[in-house]
């Protein structure tokens, strides 16, 4: 159950910023609120079944992985990146059509470590 949460919350999360991120140039009228709904209704939701449903999987298997594989660590610092880039497209720091690509492969970088385990 909590791998479908975890996973719910990534494809959330990582939209609601790609989508966010896209709406760019100057404020027009219902512009702003339209970011800032992709924020609070797709990406904060997303972020917050990402980390309950990590900290679910993290219970449910052990906490081995915090000082055990390579991969988790890597992922780990992946989940940091896209929660810094969320910190700023919310405080409207950052946005355009670079936002899209880093977001993806960023967060493709978390899924196939998570996936494959490589080291």
Same mark, same amino acid.
């Given at each position: 159950?909590?791998?479908? $949460? &975890?996973?719910?919350?990534?494809v959330?999360?990582?939209?609601?910023? @790609?989508? =966010? %991120?896209?709406?760019?140039? /100057?404020?027009? *009228?219902?512009?702003g !609120?339209?970011?800032r709904?992709?924020?609070? =209704? @797709? $990406?904060? *939701?997303?972020?917050?079944?990402?980390?309950? %449903?990590?900290?679910?999987?993290?219970?449910?298997? %052990?906490? !081995? &992985?915090?000082?055990? *594989?390579?991969?988790?660590?890597?992922?780990?610092?992946?989940?940091?990146?896209? =929660?810094?880039?969320?910190?700023?497209?919310?405080?409207?720091?950052?946005?355009?059509?670079?936002? @899209? /690509?880093?977001?993806?492969l960023?967060?493709?970088? =978390?899924?196939?470590?998570?996936?494959?385990? *490589?080291?």
């Amino acid at each position: 159950m909590e791998w479908i $949460a &975890h996973v719910a919350g990534v494809v959330l999360w990582l939209g609601g910023l @790609m989508a =966010a %991120g896209l709406m760019r140039g /100057p404020e027009q *009228p219902g512009q702003g !609120s339209t970011r800032r709904r992709a924020m609070t =209704a @797709m $990406a904060l *939701p997303g972020l917050i079944l990402v980390l309950l %449903g990590g900290v679910g999987l993290l219970a449910r298997f %052990g906490i !081995s &992985h915090i000082n055990g *594989p390579g991969w988790f660590h890597t992922k780990m610092l992946l989940v940091v990146t896209l =929660a810094v880039l969320h910190v700023l497209v919310a405080r409207d720091k950052v946005r355009g059509a670079w936002l @899209m /690509p880093v977001t993806g492969l960023v967060g493709l970088g =978390a899924v196939v470590l998570a996936h494959l385990k *490589p080291f």
